[in-house]
């Protein structure tokens, strides 16, 4: 009954490689989100998908790609790992409330990221 | 200047203190916010949401003041299970609800008995 699902929840991996993180929402929300937590513990928002459409794009590089293939789908592909990409990504989902605005997200256990 | 600011802490307290968190804003154009936990090497949670009259919840209490760009969490008789840290959050407030959320840094509650 895990309301957002992440796999893998812990990734080490060598500079150079590409890898994916995989995240599925059973809440029947319609929105979801990608988090970077660095070791400085800043939470900060990287993408969001609402209805498989891309409303969030932060600066982030472009070695980072999401894709959300259904609503309760939000995959997180990132290309030649760099040290620095090593961090907590949490993937997170809420419901759009239209004009009212979104209702709480729900974030999902987080994959911790080790880039050797 | 961050937009969403909070001292880091540790703040070191007593079993039944009463512990009050501050958060500044610097966007006055966001409309809605937020206290989560996040307990170590969990995910965060929310706490509660904050409104402008104030609001409360057993022992915590929240309170914006928006002409400060201020907000407040305050946790009553402080619990050992209270030791998380908590973090202010602040929609975005752009153009376009896009359910953007800014996080601050997070505060760091450890009560000890």
């Known amino acids: 009954d895990t309301a957002v699902s992440q796999t893998p929840k812990y990734l080490v991996t060598q500079m150079g490689n590409d890898k994916s993180i995989k995240c599925e929402q059973n809440?029947?929300?319609?929105?979801m989100y990608w988090y970077k937590q660095d070791s400085k513990k800043f939470l900060k928002i990287m993408f969001s998908?609402?209805?498989?459409?891309?409303?969030i794009n932060e600066t982030v590089p472009n070695r980072f790609s999401p894709k959300s293939p259904d609503k309760a789908h939000l995959n997180l592909h990132i290309n030649s790992l760099e040290l620095g990409d090593s961090a907590v990504y949490f993937c997170?989902?809420?419901?759009?409330?239209?004009?009212?605005?979104?209702?709480?997200?729900?974030f999902g256990p987080g994959t911790r990221l080790t880039v050797l | 200047r961050k937009e969403v600011e909070q001292d880091p802490g540790p703040f070191n307290v007593p079993e039944g203190a009463t512990v009050a968190f501050n958060c500044t804003y610097s966007?006055?154009?966001?409309?809605?916010f937020f206290w989560y936990r996040q307990d170590c090497r969990k995910e965060p949670k929310l706490l509660m949401s904050?409104?402008?009259s104030g609001n409360e919840d057993g022992r915590f209490t929240a309170q914006l003041n928006r002409a400060s760009q201020y907000i407040s969490l305050l946790i009553r008789d402080s619990k050992l299970s209270d030791s998380a840290t908590y973090l202010c959050?602040?929609?975005?407030?752009?153009?376009?609800?896009?359910?953007?959320?800014?996080f601050g840094q997070g505060t760091t509650l450890q009560v000890k008995p």
């Open positions: 809440l029947g929300h319609d929105t």
């Open positions: 904050v409104y402008s």
């Open positions: 998908y609402n209805n498989k459409e891309l409303i």
């Open positions: 959050v602040v929609n975005g407030g752009y153009s376009g609800n896009t359910g953007k959320l800014i």
């Open positions: 997170a989902s809420s419901q759009n409330l239209g004009l009212a605005g979104f209702h709480e997200q729900f």
């Open positions: 966007n006055s154009a966001s409309q809605s």
